[in-house]
């Protein structure tokens, strides 16, 4: 089977998903995992797909006439890990481990936090899991909070206190409250 990571995009209406989900399904391709989303009245994603390996070209030229209802950018993956979060990934029988760490980030929104979060990320080595956020009005102060979960991992090696110390650090700068999970 190959895999295909689909980065996805139109303008928001009904019955996007299933069309993808439809055109993938009809070439034999399994929808294995998926982050979608409305984002200002864009509809946005990225979707792993596995599809049969001699079906990959039907596949891509299925999801090209998709152009005006959804922008659909295929990427070649690689096949996913058979166990995913903080025990590491599979190669092959043989496990590899790795240094991994979560944390949520709450505060003020302003520019440049999602920059700053992830600088000090690359500083110490970790690479980005995943990366969730949205802003929301504060409730009972007003203005705008910036809220983010984030899951980042490491080779083995890696040192998450000196990450985290960071972390709490720039949290402290930036006046956010930093949650590990």
Do not use: C, K, Y
């Not at 998903?17 to 864009?42: I, K, P, Q």
């Not at 001699?54 to 922008?71: H, I, N, P, Q, S």
């Amino acid at each position: 089977m190959a895999h295909l990571v689909l980065t996805v995009v139109g303008d928001d209406r009904a019955g996007l998903v299933e069309t993808l989900a439809d055109t993938v399904a009809e070439h034999g391709g399994n929808w294995e995992r998926s982050e979608l989303a409305e984002l200002a009245g864009a509809f946005a994603g990225i979707v792993l797909v596995s599809v049969p390996a001699d079906r990959v070209d039907a596949l891509l030229a299925a999801l090209g006439g998709l152009e005006g209802l959804l922008r659909v950018v295929p990427h070649q993956g690689t096949a996913p890990s058979a166990t995913t979060g903080a025990t590491g990934s599979t190669a092959g029988a043989e496990a590899v481990q790795s240094a991994s760490m979560t944390f949520t980030v709450l505060g003020n929104d302003r520019p440049g936090i999602v920059r700053d979060i992830t600088a000090a990320l690359n500083r110490h080595g970790l690479s980005v899991d995943r990366f969730t956020s949205r802003t929301l009005q504060a409730p009972m102060a007003g203005g705008v909070l910036f809220e983010a979960t984030v899951e980042a991992h490491g080779p083995s090696d890696v040192d998450v206190h000196a990450a985290t110390a960071a972390l709490e650090l720039l949290a402290g700068e930036i006046q956010v409250d930093l949650t590990l999970g």
